[in-house]
C-alpha cells in the first residue's frame, strides 16, 4: 500500500527531514567486495557495518547525518553473472526482509556498483530477476552508486559507460541517476551532501513518495525465517548428541585408525582442491582459478594432528550433469578415485557449494555420479561444505533448513557435514575437527572403511590404459599430420 507524501521541514527546502536508504547490488566471482558495507560506513560516517566478512544478512543502522536523520540499510549481494536460481533461498529472503528494516520503506535504493566491474550482458537479466524480488516500482526509486577506492576522472566513466550496453541499460532503467562515491575517503562529506541532493530530487520526481512496502509481507518473511531458525537449532542439537554418543565409544576403548585414507568427490569447482589442501595443511593439489580444472586423481600424504592422512582428489562431474552426460573418461577417473588408497577411504568426502543454491537437477546429478559406487558408500560419506567465509554471520544449519536439496544430502549421510574455509590458513581447529568427525564415522560404521573391489580396480586399470594407449596412438598421428602439413606449407614437400 503506497504511504501519503511525508511533511517536510518548514522553512526548508522540500525534503524529508528523514532518509531511509538500502544498499543493493551483486558479487564479483573472485569474491572481491562491491563496496556496499564501506558505502554505507561512508554514508553514515561511520565504521558500522562490518566489513571484514561478506554480509550475510540484511541489516539496519542509523545515524545523525548533515543534520537528518538516516537509516542505511545493508544485504547481502547476489551473484552479478548468476542468474536468481543460483541465489540462496537464505539470500533471496535476507534481500526481501531489507525493506521492512526501514519502515514505513525506503526513499532510495543504492544500486552499488564498482567503477573497475565490466558489466557482461548476462549481467542484465541477472539483476532484472534480482530485483524482481522487490515490486515494481523499485527502479523508480533507484540511483547507481559507482563506488572508487581512488578518485576517477569523469572521462573514464564516460568511456566505462561507452563501451558496456548492460550498464546503459541499467542507467536508463534509473533514469540516468547516478553517482560516485570514493569509500576510501570518509573526510570528504561533501560526497555524501551531493548524494542526499540526488536522492531528495528522485523523491520530489516521485511526487514525495517512498518504496511502499507491504507488511504481511514482511510479516510472511519472518516467519519463514524463524521456521528455519528452530529447524537448525534442532538439527545442531542432533548432531551434538549424535556425535556425543560415538566420541564414547572411542573413549570406551574403540581405538581409531592412525592412519586415515580419504578421498574427496564432488561437482566441478566445488572446492575439492582447495580442501584437500586445507586438510593436508600443504599446496598439493592444483587450484583452479581459471584454467586448473581437476582431471586425473591425484593422492597426497602427510601428518596432521597426529594422524597419518592420505588424501585422493578426483575430477569433478559438470554440476547438472547425468550419469549418461558425464564423459567415459571421467567416469573412470571418479570411480577409480577410491582404488587409489586399497583397502578403500575410511572417509568420502562430498563436496558441495554453500554460497550457490543447489536446485532438484544438482541432487539428481550428485545421485547419479554416487551410483558409480556401492550403497554403502553413503554410510562412509560426510557432506564437505566449502567457502565457510561465505556463511557470514549466519551458522550452516541455517544454509541447510533453507535448502531441501541439502537436507536430502546431509540426511543421507545421517546428519554428518562439515564447514570449510579454505581461504583461512590460520585455523587449524576445522581440520582438526573434521578429523573428530571422520574418526566418530568410524566409531560408528560396523565396516571400518569403504571395502574397494580389487578386480574392479584391475578392470578400470585396463581400461584406462588402453585408452591411454589410443590417445597417445591419436597424438603421434595428429602431430605426424601437422608435421607434414607445415613442411607443405614450408614448400619443403614437393
Ligand atoms: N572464498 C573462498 N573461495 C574458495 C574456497 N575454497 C576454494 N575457493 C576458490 O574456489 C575456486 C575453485 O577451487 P578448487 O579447489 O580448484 O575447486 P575444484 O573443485 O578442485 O575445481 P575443479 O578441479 O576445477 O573442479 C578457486 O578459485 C578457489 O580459490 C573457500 O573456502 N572460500
Ligand atoms: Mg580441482
Known sequence: MAEAPEVSNPGQRDVPPDLRIVLIGGRRLDGRPSGKSSAGNIILGQSVFDTSRRTAQSEARQQEVLSRHVTVVDTPGWWWIYTLQHTTKLDQIEIQKSVHLCPPGPHAFLLVIPNDLYLY??????LKQHLDLFSAEVFSHTIVLFTEAAPCSDETLKSKFKRSPTLRWILQQCGNRKHVLNISDREDRAQVKMLFEKIDAMVADNRGRHYSVDGAHGNALREEMKVWAEGASKRFDQV????KELRALIEGGKVPPEHLRLVIIGAHYAARSSAGNTILGKSAFDVNNGDRRTTCCKISHSLVADRRLTVVDS???FYIHTLQETSEMDKLEIENSMNLCPPGPHAVLLGIPLATA???????????????FREEIWKHTIVLFARGDWLG???VEERIESDEVLQWMVNKCENRYHVLNNKDHSDKTQVEELLDKIEEMWAGNENPYYEVDPSRAAEIEAKKEAGDKKAKRIKEITGRQSRVLKELFEGKIH
Open 121 to 126: 550482458p548476462y549481467v542484465q537479466p541477472s
Open 240 to 243: 551434538q548428541k549424535q556425535r
Open 315 to 317: 575430477p569433478g562431474w
Open 358 to 372: 543447489v536446485n532438484p537437477s544438482y541432487l539428481r546429478s550428485v545421485q547419479e555420479q554416487m551410483s558409480l
Open 393 to 395: 554471520v549466519k551458522t
